[in-house]
């Protein structure tokens, strides 16, 4: 197997750069006359050999679960930090493989179908890898951190001709599917107004603060930050996704973290598309720790026919109506108010 070519920082970084150009300029539309490439599948008796890019809690979740299937069978595993991608291959010690760099990874042969669940921020460039190597993926939320990538995500897919499954589990349950089915039905009357939240309390000290500037051992940190703004190791922001949201530059914070989940269930509801107006006003109001995220967040989005608002605090764990036990945990929710009445999803 060739040796991924060596690649430096800099010029990762002005690869990165061209990618919200490349995906804006080559829209799959213009492409109309090409055929998406051939995707090798496995044959019918043959079991779908799944490798993991992000060996984290969220990431061997993911993998437990397709596991678990009896066609499935785990062959490679990469993660920048040596202790979390060794854990997956004791899992799977009789066929899995290890990896510290992805492009490697992704020139193993035995190789049908890969899930991304590394940071937000290296979202785009390991899904748009994983189609150019012509593998499926299951890509975790959130699916990027800014519109072009995700059109360049998009692009990718298609001209692969590779299968993409966007990682929103809840999209997945029976209970989101009943409430679509009644949202539909008609029965709430014409809905004006959605109200969407997620809330928790980590007032007043966030997430904490660290003076460690050194990184763990095993972990390739340069790798780890990648194509986002250089800073030094934070042993906080790599501990899990829950501490990325305080970060901007690696998650976008708590809307990219939880409304991917919240929101969707309104979009499929109602089928609303892309909104005519979106505004949003917020900040970093009340936590002090190390983070630089917003603790604060409200948008409001205007579709032909309905307004829909999103509401995120990090300071109060209560929800509109005040429900739920009178302790410290996170809560979300949704509000259909129709002109028959108001339903209330969670």
């Known amino acids: 197997m060739k040796k991924p070519t060596s690649i430096t920082r800099r010029t990762l970084i002005q690869k990165a750069g061209t990618l919200t150009a490349i995906g804006l300029a080559t829209s799959y539309s213009s492409r109309a ?38 066609d499935v069978v785990v062959t490679a595993a990469c993660d920048v930090w040596a202790s979390r991608r060794e854990a997956v291959a004791r899992q799977f010690k009789d066929t899995c493989k290890t990896y510290g760099d992805f492009r490697a990874m992704l020139q193993q042969p035995d190789l ?5 669940a590394s940071p ?25 951190l800014h519109l072009a990538e995700s059109l360049a995500v998009r692009n990718a897919v298609k001209k692969s001709g590779c299968i993409c499954q966007i990682g929103t589990q809840i999209h997945a349950t029976e209970n989101y599917r009943r ?21 928790m309390n980590q007032y007043p000290k966030g997430v904490g603060g660290s003076t460690a500037t050194e990184p763990a051992p095993g972990l390739d940190w340069e790798m780890w930050v990648g194509p986002a703004p250089w800073r030094p190791f934070h042993p906080i922001l790599v501990t899990d996704a829950y501490y990325h949201c305080s970060w901007m530059d690696y998650s976008g914070g708590w809307t990219p973290g939880m409304a991917p989940h919240i929101i969707d269930l309104p979009v499929w509801a109602l089928g609303l598309g892309y909104p005519l107006q979106t ?20 948008v409001l989005w205007q579709y032909p026919n309905v307004t829909m608002t999103w509401m995120s605090s990090l300071t109060n764990s209560y929800g509109f109506d005040l429900h739920g036990e009178p302790e410290p945990k996170r809560r979300l929710g949704i509000y259909f108010h129709g002109a028959n009445g108001t339903m209330y999803a969670n």
């Open 112 to 116: 049908d179908a890969v899930i991304v």
């Open 179 to 199: 409430i679509v089915e009644f949202i539909r039905s008609g029965n709430l009357g014409p809905i004006g107004v959605v109200r969407t939240f997620n809330v």
């Open 279 to 298: 505004s949003s006003v917020g900040g970093r109001l009340i936590l002090k720790d190390d983070g630089d995220a917003y603790d604060h967040h409200e």
């Open 33 to 70: 006359d090409e055929a998406p490439a051939a995707v090798k599948r496995p044959g019918p008796n043959s079991r779908i050999h799944l490798g993991i890019i992000g060996c984290g809690g969220m990431g061997r979740a993911n993998l437990g679960a397709c596991a678990r299937q009896p």
């Open 120 to 144: 937000p921020h290296w979202h785009a460039l390991h899904a748009i890898a994983v189609c150019e190597a012509g593998k499926d993926l299951y890509l975790q939320k959130p699916m990027t």
